[in-house]
Every structure is written in structure tokens, then in C-alpha cells.
């Protein structure tokens, strides 16, 4: 009982502290789970409509196009600008897709498996597959369906399982190739029949075939006078603030503008100090005097140049246009240099000359995959059954184990640096040494390869040169000099108006009131500046960044405010309005004096202007760009209206106002074919609308881009 009293008297304290107990399973289990939702609003990289974008799914698109990219470039790498466009590709893409897919489920139209086998083994082959080299025949220069059939059985997952392991690598990377063009196909398939669809609704007629024919066939040749809108000054001209709105309130609509960031920043480059090129200068010097005694050149090239040494011979035509100078006029032995330009020291020594074929066209049958043995037992075997008179082509298909084997062992020509760089030294010495139809064995990291030369060129003066190279770069001590130096100025002026107000007399050129959005990749001309601009969307006004290292210059920004998405406003887009405004009204005047003179001639409207008599021929309406006079569309239109021989009333244009003459009109002789002509005009608004079609689609979608948290 005591207990028990014990424990009621301590009731509102048992009370609290139960409370707090459940208080802290129940936000402890909150947390759990708003951590969840946290990681998964972090992993959201976009929003379409509703649907949701991971960065995992994002990237893993971007890796496949960059590793597609590297395949057909033969690249090991890509540049930062080539993945910033693939970055930007794979998300507009992703963006088509989802806008497309919901327009096109609402009609219930797909591609099916048919339509898809067609397409790329049937009696339809796209045109994407067409296109590709690798299914083009060498001789016809067509495409070739069974080149085609081939890789695919070539690249089955049966097919590959029976391949060497170092095979089925190449095997599976080929694979991935072609399913990613797979996938592509099918979605281009699906946009076209949806933008089909839509261009079937719009149609030319008969009157419209009539009217792009007349446009097109009737050309006119005009003498014309122009009074410039700069003979007047603008000070002369009043234009009222209401007027500026008016017009502003017209072109609404083109002011729109995504949300934005405004920076001042400056950009340091980091050049080489003179130290550095002082530095360079004795360094190749001092490689010039043991150029000229030492045996070892290959190394000597090899641990100073940029340029490794290449043990062949080039043509003249392979060598640039200072190394083709001295190799074409130097003796064996010779030494150029140094020469300094554009920042880079260079230095040659001809090695040797030769006059032999410059390119060699080799096929070969390659063994791998067997025995060191077994493998030369098989190669002994085939040069045997060769010198017995067999097909080289036939065994090539039957025994080498590359894809060559498919065109009787064919490689294609070779150059010695190719021979050297694409396969090894000893490939290359051999077949620049064996005869035209001859046959020998030659081995490299791929296996065995049994070569033949089929063909050679004419001989030529092919030269073997030592070229170093030297780049004056920035040394660690010029890095940190410019790098302190910033620093220093950032720190003594901390603030927006500090570093405006004493950036010039630092000697900094301050970039004062740079717009940028979430979609830019550049700050103005600078490379690799991204990083400055997801600065700017995680910063707010007031903000001085950090120094960032753009390639070959320190960047340093200060935030100066934000835009917010919608239209620019009307202080921002006045000045232009009121120079057109002061335009149109410079026109009217023109004009109205010039009419009211009642002139018959246009020499004597030229007279008036203070100009001189011009002429241009061949303008139309269609006329885009008339020559010497630039884009005019309401002259255009005037002289495609105008009576031959008869003086124009003034006309007001975009730079001046016209007084125009149509002394000819031409007629091209082509017959008008009114069934061509529609279906001309059809297939050109086709293409229009299918563009317009999907971009309409993209414009009207709910997309938040956060992209710029990521990269």
C-alpha cells in the first residue's frame, strides 16, 4: 500500500515523464522517417509533371551517352563541355519523354515488338541504323543488311558466352551500344507517329501551292534610294513613358525569363610569370646541346616533350607547317631551334629520311584464345596450306578470331604511325617490309596475326623526326603569387560595394551586373564556370564566394541580388523599346516629308535624302536577307506589290525609310506543278509542326529543374 500511495503521490510527475517517453518514440520514429524523405527529396534531381527524376537514373543515362560517345569517338575520356552537352541532351531527352508519353497514352498510340523488329532486322530498317558505318559496305558505299545481321548474332548472349573472357568484354560493350540505339529508335518511332498525326491535320491547298509558287518563281530588280534613321538625332525625338508601357504591354510575352542570379565577379588569368619563361627558355636550350651528341633520342624526347617520340616515318603531308619546313630542306642530322610561339618552346632534329610507300593495305588472320604452343602448331599449319595456293580471305573467315574474319580478314591501311600506335612496332615494321601478296607472322599483346599486304602507294620522301615541345606553364610559386594576391584584395574589400569600388585601381577588370540562370554553363566566355553559378543559387545578396579555379583562371564572385521567374521588368527592357519607338518615329517623318515633295524620280528622291542611287536584283517576298540592304520585310512585300517602272511612295523599314523602282521583273521558267508544290509546302510544314509539336508538349509541363544542387 505504501508503494502504491508512493506512486500516486508522484503521478503528475510519472505523467510527464511518460508523456515525454512517447513523445520521443513517436518524434524518434518522425525523424526515422522524415529521414527517409529527406534522402529521397535530396536524390530528386527533376519533376515532370509529376513524375519524378532520381540523380541515380539521371546518371546512370548520362554515363551510357558518355560511354557511347567514347566508343564512336575512340576516346578514353571526355572533355568537361562534352559532358556538360550530355548532361544537357540526356535531360531534354528525358523531358521529351515523359511529355511524349503522356500525350501519346492518351491516344493508346505505342510502338509495338513488331514494328520495333522491323525496324531494326526487317524489311524497314531505320534510317539511324542505315547511317551507321560499321553497316555500310566498303565497296558500295550502301548499306549492307547482312553486315548488319551479323553484329546482331554476333552480339547474342549465346553467341558472347561462347568468347574468350577478354573478348566478351568488347562483345558486351558492343551490345550496350546497340541497345542504346535500339532504345533511340523505338522513341523516335513513337514521335514520329504522334508528330504524323498532328501535321496530317494541316494540309496545303490549291491556293496556298499558287501563292508559294509566285513567291518563289518572281524576282524583281530594283534601283532604290534610302534616308538611315541617324540622319536625325534622337535628342529631336519624344517618346512619352506611357508610350514605352504600351509597347512594352504588347511584347509581354518575349520579356518572360526563368528565376536568376545578378554577380559582379572577377576573372584573373594565370599566366606564366617572366621567371617561368626564363625558367623554359634555359631548360630547352640545355636540351638542345645533349640533342645534338646523344644516341638516345627516343628517351630525350620522352622525358621532356609533350609530344612522345614516334619511331616512324611521315610523309610531308602528315608534319605541320613548321616541321615540314625544315624536315623537306634539312639533312639527316639537323637541328631547328628552339622556336618560341604561343607560349610553347619547340625543337626538332631529322633523325633520318627514306623514300618508301607511304600507306600499306594489310589483312591478316588473327589467332588468340589457345595455347602458346597449339598457337603456332595452327599458324605453321596455315602458312603451309597459303604458300600450297588456299584462299587467305577463306581461312581468315574460318580461323581469325576478330570481327575482321566477316570481310576475309581485311584491316584497311595503315600509315607506320597507325601500324606503330594501333597495333605494336614489330606489326608495323612487317608490313612496311613484306612484299605485296606475301604472307608473314607477326605477334602483339592480341595474339598471333598471320599479315598480308595486298596493296601499297607510290614510294615518297617520308622523314623521321624529334620534335620536343615545351608549354610555358605557370609554376607553383606565379600559381600562389596571383592566388595570394586576389585573396588579399578579397580580404581588404569584403564586401559588394568595396570590390566595386576599388577593383580598377587593383588592376582587376570587374564584370559588374552578369544575369545568370540555373540552366547556364558558362559565366560569360569563361571555361568551367558552372561551379560560380551553383555558387550564386545557394548564395544570397551580400555574398562574397570563395576563388574558384576556372581552367586558366581564378574567378571571384559577389552577389548583387536575384530576378524572380516571370517577365523582366519594364526598367529593364525601356531602353530598347524607346529606341525603337524613336525609330518608327523618325520613320513617319521621314516619310511624310518625302511625300509631301510629290517627287517623280528616284535620283530625285536621292537628291532629297542626301543619299545615292542603288540597285539590287533578284528580291522576292520570300527574300530573307536582300543584298547590301540586310533584313527588310516591309520593303520585301512592297516591291513584290509594285507596278514595273513606277515610282515607290516611301517606304519605312527597320534601318531608314525607301524610295524604290522596279526597272525588271523576272519569271523563272519552272513549270508550276501544283501536286509538287503541295507536297513541298506539306512535308515543310510537317517538319515545323513535328518540332513544334513536342516543344509545345515541353512548354506547357510543371518542370522543376534542380540540376543545379548536383552539378
Known sequence: MATLEKIRSKAGLLVLVVGLALFAFIIGD??????????QSQERIAEIDGEVIKIQDYQARVDEMAEIYKMQSGSASLPEEYMTQIRQSVFDGMVQEIVLDEATEQLGMVVSSEELFDMVQGENISPLI?????????????FDKSALLSFLKQIDVDNIAAYPADQQAQLLQAQNFWLFWEKNIKRQRLESKYTTLLSKAISANALDAKAAYDEAVENSDIVYAMQSYSTIPDSTIAVSDSEIKRLYEQRKESYKQKASKVIDYIAVDIRPSKDDYDKVQADIESIKSELETTDRIADLVNENSEIPYVDAFFSEGAL??????????????????????????????????TN???SVKVSHIMLAGKGEAETKALADSLMAVLKGGASFEELAKQYSADQAAEKGGELGWFTEATALRGVNAEFKDAVFSTPINQVTIVKSMYGTHLVKVT??????????????????????????NIYNELNQFISNNHSVDKIAANAKEAGYNLISDATVTKDDQLLGSVQNSRQVIRWAFQNDKGAISEIFECNDKFVVAAMKGSIDEGYRPLEMVAAPLKAELIAQKKGEQIAASLAAKNLTSVEAYAEAMGAKMDSVKFV??????????????????????AQVNQVSAPVKGNNGVYVFKVYA????????????????LDASMAYRVGFQAIQSLVNKAEIEDNRIRFY
Do not use: C, W
Request: hydrophobic content about 35%; cysteine-free; aromatic content about 10%.
Open 356 to 358: 618508301a610507300a607511304d
Open 665 to 680: 521583273r523576272n519569271t523563272d521558267s519552272k513549270t508550276y506543278d501544283e501536286a509538287e508544290q503541295v507536297r513541298t
Open 30 to 39: 518522425f525523424l526515422n522517417s522524415g529521414s527517409t524523405y529527406f534522402r
Open 130 to 142: 542505315q547511317q551507321m558505318q560499321m553497316f555500310v559496305n566498303p565497296q558500295t558505299g550502301a
Open 320 to 353: 605541320d607547317a613548321e616541321l615540314k619546313q625544315f624536315a623537306t630542306t634539312a639533312e639527316v642530322g639537323a637541328i631547328y631551334g628552339p622556336v618560341f610561339d604561343n607560349d610553347k618552346y619547340r625543337l626538332f632534329k631529322l633523325v633520318d629520311k
Open 620 to 641: 522576292n517576298f520570300a527574300t530573307r536577307r536582300i543584298s547590301g540592304i540586310g533584313i527588310e520585310p516591309n520593303l520585301n512585300a512592297a516591291v513584290a506589290m
Open 455 to 480: 596493296e601499297k602507294t607510290a614510294n615518297v620522301a617520308k622523314y623521321k623526326v624529334a620534335d620536343i615541345d615545351m608549354t610555358v606553364s605557370p609554376s607553383s610559386k606565379t600559381y600562389s
